[in-house]
Protein backbone atom coordinates (compact mmCIF):
# COMPACT_ATOMS: atom_id res chain seq x y z
CA UNK A 1 0.00 0.00 0.00
CA UNK A 2 1.53 3.63 -0.66
CA UNK A 3 0.32 6.79 -0.88
CA UNK A 4 -0.53 7.60 -4.79
CA UNK A 5 -1.00 11.55 -4.94
CA UNK A 6 -1.96 14.58 -3.62
CA UNK A 7 -5.54 15.15 -3.15
CA UNK A 8 -6.34 18.32 -1.86
CA UNK A 9 -4.60 21.24 0.10
CA UNK A 10 -6.62 23.37 2.84
CA UNK A 11 -6.17 26.88 2.51
CA UNK A 12 -6.76 28.69 5.36
CA UNK A 13 -8.67 32.38 4.65
CA UNK A 14 -10.93 34.53 6.53
CA UNK A 15 -13.54 35.21 3.63
CA UNK A 16 -14.23 32.01 1.67
CA UNK A 17 -16.50 34.31 -0.58
CA UNK A 18 -13.61 36.95 -0.88
CA UNK A 19 -11.08 33.81 -1.47
CA UNK A 20 -13.16 32.54 -3.98
CA UNK A 21 -13.67 35.16 -6.22
CA UNK A 22 -9.87 35.87 -6.02
CA UNK A 23 -9.00 32.34 -7.35
CA UNK A 24 -12.03 31.75 -9.25
CA UNK A 25 -11.85 35.29 -10.96
CA UNK A 26 -8.34 36.74 -10.31
CA UNK A 27 -6.28 33.55 -10.81
CA UNK A 28 -8.86 31.64 -13.19
CA UNK A 29 -9.29 28.34 -11.04
CA UNK A 30 -12.11 25.87 -11.85
CA UNK A 31 -15.20 25.96 -9.21
CA UNK A 32 -15.07 22.14 -8.40
CA UNK A 33 -17.52 22.39 -5.48
CA UNK A 34 -18.91 24.76 -2.98
CA UNK A 35 -20.93 23.02 -0.26
CA UNK A 36 -22.69 24.78 2.47
CA UNK A 37 -24.24 22.06 4.65
CA UNK A 38 -24.99 24.68 7.37
CA UNK A 39 -24.25 28.88 8.52
CA UNK A 40 -20.88 27.26 10.22
CA UNK A 41 -19.82 24.84 7.46
CA UNK A 42 -18.82 25.37 3.54
CA UNK A 43 -16.76 23.51 1.33
CA UNK A 44 -15.18 25.41 -1.39
CA UNK A 45 -12.73 23.15 -3.57
CA UNK A 46 -11.17 24.83 -6.80
CA UNK A 47 -8.55 23.91 -9.02
CA UNK A 48 -6.55 24.82 -12.02
CA UNK A 49 -7.73 23.58 -14.70
CA UNK A 50 -6.95 19.79 -15.82
CA UNK A 51 -5.24 19.55 -12.56
CA UNK A 52 -5.14 16.56 -10.60
CA UNK A 53 -4.71 18.23 -7.39
CA UNK A 54 -7.55 20.91 -5.55
CA UNK A 55 -7.39 23.47 -2.92
CA UNK A 56 -10.22 23.98 -0.70
CA UNK A 57 -10.80 27.16 0.81
CA UNK A 58 -11.28 26.70 4.31
CA UNK A 59 -11.99 28.83 8.02
CA UNK A 60 -8.86 28.49 10.22
CA UNK A 61 -8.49 25.23 12.14
CA UNK A 62 -6.42 23.37 13.97
CA UNK A 63 -3.47 26.02 14.47
CA UNK A 64 -3.80 27.35 10.88
CA UNK A 65 -4.40 30.64 11.02
CA UNK A 66 -5.26 32.37 7.49
CA UNK A 67 -2.27 33.38 5.48
CA UNK A 68 -0.02 30.78 7.24
CA UNK A 69 0.22 28.61 4.12
CA UNK A 70 3.77 29.33 2.41
CA UNK A 71 5.08 28.39 -1.07
CA UNK A 72 2.62 26.79 -2.60
CA UNK A 73 3.65 26.39 -6.21
CA UNK A 74 1.65 26.78 -9.89
CA UNK A 75 3.25 26.21 -13.38
CA UNK A 76 2.60 28.23 -16.53
CA UNK A 77 4.43 27.14 -20.11
CA UNK A 78 4.35 31.05 -20.69
CA UNK A 79 5.94 32.99 -17.49
CA UNK A 80 5.36 36.71 -19.30
CA UNK A 81 1.80 35.89 -20.80
CA UNK A 82 0.06 34.91 -17.72
CA UNK A 83 2.29 37.40 -15.27
CA UNK A 84 0.69 40.34 -18.11
CA UNK A 85 -3.07 38.30 -17.57
CA UNK A 86 -2.96 37.80 -13.82
CA UNK A 87 -1.43 41.51 -12.87
CA UNK A 88 -4.55 42.77 -15.27
CA UNK A 89 -7.03 41.04 -13.26
CA UNK A 90 -5.75 42.75 -9.80
CA UNK A 91 -3.15 39.88 -8.63
CA UNK A 92 0.09 41.58 -7.50
CA UNK A 93 3.11 39.38 -8.49
CA UNK A 94 6.84 40.26 -7.85
CA UNK A 95 9.40 40.60 -10.72
CA UNK A 96 10.05 37.63 -12.60
CA UNK A 97 13.61 36.15 -10.96
CA UNK A 98 15.59 34.00 -13.42
CA UNK A 99 17.45 30.76 -11.49
CA UNK A 100 19.36 27.85 -12.70
CA UNK A 101 15.58 25.72 -12.83
CA UNK A 102 13.47 28.13 -14.70
CA UNK A 103 11.78 31.31 -13.88
CA UNK A 104 9.50 32.41 -11.03
CA UNK A 105 7.42 35.30 -9.84
CA UNK A 106 5.51 35.32 -6.46
CA UNK A 107 2.04 36.22 -5.27
CA UNK A 108 -0.17 36.35 -2.14
CA UNK A 109 -4.17 36.05 -1.99
CA UNK A 110 -6.01 38.48 -0.14
CA UNK A 111 -5.57 36.86 3.18
CA UNK A 112 -1.68 36.66 2.53
CA UNK A 113 -1.16 32.66 1.51
CA UNK A 114 1.89 32.51 -0.32
CA UNK A 115 2.26 30.99 -4.04
CA UNK A 116 4.88 30.92 -6.72
CA UNK A 117 4.12 31.04 -10.14
CA UNK A 118 6.87 29.10 -12.02
CA UNK A 119 8.15 28.49 -15.98
CA UNK A 120 10.07 25.45 -15.86
CA UNK A 121 13.32 25.86 -18.64
CA UNK A 122 13.11 22.99 -20.75
CA UNK A 123 16.05 21.12 -19.78
CA UNK A 124 16.20 21.47 -15.21
CA UNK A 125 19.34 21.37 -13.57
CA UNK A 126 20.03 19.36 -10.84
Known amino acids: MAISRVDTVS ?13 RDA ?11 NVHKRWVQLAP ?5 TISLVPPFGGMAAGSV ?5 QTD ?23 GGRFATFSDPDGNGWVLIEPLS ?3 A
Not at 28 to 33: D, P, T
Not at 49 to 53: D, P, R, W, Y
Open 70 to 74: QGLVV
Open 123 to 125: TMM
Open 78 to 100: DLLSTHKELSQRGVALSEIITIM
Open 11 to 23: IPVTDQSIALAFY
Open 49 to 53: KGAET
Open 27 to 37: LGFELIRDHQS
